[in-house]
């Protein structure tokens, strides 16, 4: 993200954040060169479109805490280094189009409902971890890992985690 302060400073690799709940909700951002992208409360990005580009030689790191906390969200990244959500239906009837950077990250999906309904499509990810009941349940998950790399993993853990769902 470029921010001109005062006309002759510049910001780079910026790390945006909302925190408590609601706060973020139905917003739409645009930004380059982010350093990371949390979202932490109960609703807090529920609604919002997200079209974000990491830096491109470390990444950023994503991240939802809360219940209920990006529902309904469209989030398109390029060059992220891991994704991370977490509460109850903390990304239901969502969408993820995340290219990682090309070492690879993880996306971890954690609380009861949390990714029902939702879709992801992610490239270069070298692990994913749906890690409550009903987590990744009736969800479309197109996902591209790493190539030649003994270390890409899935975990599924939960009563009906991923019941449902197109892989």
């Known amino acids: ?5 005062d006309g002759e400073s510049i910001v780079t690799s910026l790390s945006l954040g909302f925190t408590g709940d609601n706060s973020g909700s139905y917003t739409t951002i645009e930004a380059h060169e982010v350093g990371g992208m949390s979202c932490a409360g109960d609703e807090s990005c529920n609604g919002s479109h997200m079209d ?10 994503l991240s939802t805490n809360g219940d209920k906390s990006a529902i309904d969200s469209v989030w398109n990244v390029e060059f992220a280094s891991g994704l991370t959500a977490s509460g109850d239906d903390c990304i239901r009837n969502a969408v993820y189009n995340i290219n990682m950077i090309p070492s690879g990250g993880p996306v971890t ?3 009861d ?13 070298n692990s994913l971890r749906c890690g409550a009941e009903k987590t990744c349940y009736e969800s479309t998950y197109n996902i591209h890992f790493i190539p030649n790399n003994k270390d890409n993993s899935v975990t599924i853990e939960g009563i009906d985690a991923a019941a449902y769902s197109t892989w």
């Open 52 to 61: 974000l580009i990491c830096d491109e030689t470390y990444g950023c790191l």
């Open 109 to 111: 999906i954690g609380g």
């Open 1 to 5: 993200m470029w921010l001109n302060l």
């Open 113 to 125: 409902n949390g990714g029902i309904n939702s879709t992801m499509n992610i490239t270069n990810c």
